[in-house]
Nanobody
């Protein structure tokens, strides 16, 4: 199995920044696409950003220019640098890894943007 553990969430004021980290462990056996999703109360889970092993990224329109995704392949880690945070960014943020057609999810980390 593959395990994903997120960290870095918390409470931040509007305009602030946070950096989320996700580390993958277990039966990974290679380098796979990874991404960040988020789910706000009463809403569906949505893609925030994704990155493939070669480094190509996909960023949601709602966060483009404010969020950056990166990865450290040797450490099986993916990061989400979030800047200029807004109230509407409040959500639980989940890390996802896709390996051989199977999706693996972390437990999520709460990000709250509020005064």
């Amino acid at each position: 199995q593959v395990q994903l553990v997120e960290s870095g969430g918390g409470l931040v004021q509007p305009g602030g920044s946070l950096r989320l980290s996700c580390v993958a462990s277990g039966r990974i056996f290679g380098i796979w696409p990874m991404g960040w999703y988020r789910q706000a109360p009463g809403k569906q889970r949505e893609l925030v950003a994704a990155i493939v092993p070669g480094g190509t990224t996909r960023i949601a329109d709602s966060v483009r220019g404010r969020f950056t995704i990166s990865r450290a392949n040797a450490e099986n880690k993916v990061f989400l640098q979030m800047t200029d945070l807004r109230a509407e960014d409040t959500a639980v943020y989940y890390c996802k890894l896709i390996r051989q057609g199977s999706d693996y999810w972390g437990q999520g980390t709460q990000v709250t943007v509020s005064t």
